[in-house]
């Protein structure tokens, strides 16, 4: 993981600071939790603490809210986000692959034979 990625995963808002932040009540936040939309870290405490990008996706719900969407249009658009990125990873991995195979293949192709060509 980068250490910006990092840095924005790591839960250091506790509710309070998260409501004032989103304008959000700590009811609606709860809601999102228990809805799957929003996964924050607990202390050992059992305190709820959030990450900047908790608070993003709040912030994110939130708009998609004020546009009309209900909860199932939002999980639905967040399903297929996570669908996207799967994919883009898998292009991914399949272009590795490929580059793998190239250049092993031009390792082959590319050292002298001491039997010389064959055609």
Known sequence: MKEKELRRSLAV???GSVMKLTDLTARQIRYYEDQGLISPDRTEGNRR???L???DRLLEIKDYISDG???ADIKKRYAEKE????KVVSQEEIRKALHR???QQSRFTSSPSPYGQFR
């Open 13 to 15: 808002f506790p509710i």
């Open 49 to 51: 603490m959030y990450s």
């Open 53 to 55: 990008d908790n608070m």
């Open 69 to 71: 969407l209900n909860i």
């Open 83 to 86: 669908q996207e990125q799967n």
């Open 101 to 103: 195979d190239i250049v």
